[in-house]
T-cell receptor, first 114, second 115 residues
Framework: AQSVTQLDSQVPVFEEAPVELRCNYSSSVSVYLFWYVQYPNQGLQLLLKYLSGSTLVESINGFEAEFNKSQTSFHLRKPSVHISDTAEYFCAVSPWNTGNQFYFGTGTSLTVIP | DAGVIQSPRHEVTEMGQEVTLRCKPISGHDYLFWYRQTMMRGLELLIYFNNNVPIDDSGMPEDRFSAKMPNASFSTLKIQPSEPRDSAVYFC?????????????FGQGTRLTVV
């Protein structure tokens, strides 16, 4: 069975400050790891994903996440946030070979304060 | 491609009425997923299809819910009869062949309110 825990339901942060959104997972099999972003009244958009290779993955808008197998974590970071980063962020896992679905965390609401 | 298209965007209905949500996946995608999003439970997978065939419907909450995929370009999620606790945002997502567990593309969702 798989589960995803996002420890912080709400994260307020001032503009241009750094931010970290935490994600831990539990799984009996190997998984792929994802971060999705949901802007108000929009669907989910893929932000970044880890499938294999380098454990540090980056998005085009400055976010990065690092897969830590020993800590079963996939925390999302950005060194300097913008107002436009205000959104809901979802961490998700998908088993390698035992199904074709995503298991989502409950989400973290990031609010960037001017 | 226009992406995954869902309709309607918003639906308000009275308890006991039938509700039908619609989804058009991205052309060429052979996996289609229905998710429900609520404040209490977050995102839950209801059912998914592969090549128009339902593969896993274990997330469908009860018999009032049913989903169909009559062809590769259309799927419906029906609730009959609807209840206030069904109020949620329902998302449809699709994936390319062989990539169902490496990337899913989501529609903008249908916000259902049952009064």
């Amino acid at each position: 069975a798989q589960s995803v825990t996002q420890l912080d339901s709400q994260v307020p942060v001032f503009e241009e400050a750094p931010v970290e959104l935490r994600c831990n997972y539990s799984s009996s099999v190997s998984v792929y790891l994802f971060w999705y972003v949901q802007y108000p009244n929009q669907g989910l958009q893929l932000l970044l994903k880890y499938l294999s290779g380098s454990t540090l993955v980056e998005s085009i808008n400055g976010f990065e996440a690092e897969f830590n197998k020993s800590q079963t974590s996939f925390h999302l970071r950005k060194p300097s946030v913008h107002i436009s980063d205000t959104a809901e962020y979802f961490c998700a896992v998908s088993p390698w070979n035992t199904g074709n679905q995503f298991y989502f965390g409950t989400g973290t609401s990031l609010t960037v304060i001017p | 491609d226009a992406g995954v298209i869902q309709s309607p965007r918003h639906e308000v209905t009275e308890m006991g009425q039938e509700v039908t949500l619609r989804c058009k996946p991205i052309s060429g995608h052979d996996y289609l997923f229905w998710y429900r999003q609520t404040m209490m439970r977050g995102l839950e997978l209801l059912i998914y299809f592969n090549n128009n065939v339902p593969i896993d419907d274990s997330g469908m909450p009860e018999d009032r819910f049913s989903a169909k995929m009559p062809n590769a370009s259309f799927s419906t999620l029906k609730i009959q009869p609807s209840e206030p606790r069904d109020s949620a945002v329902y998302f449809c997502a699709s994936s390319q062949p062989g990539q169902a567990n490496t990337e899913a593309f989501f529609g903008q969702g249908t916000r259902l309110t049952v009064v």
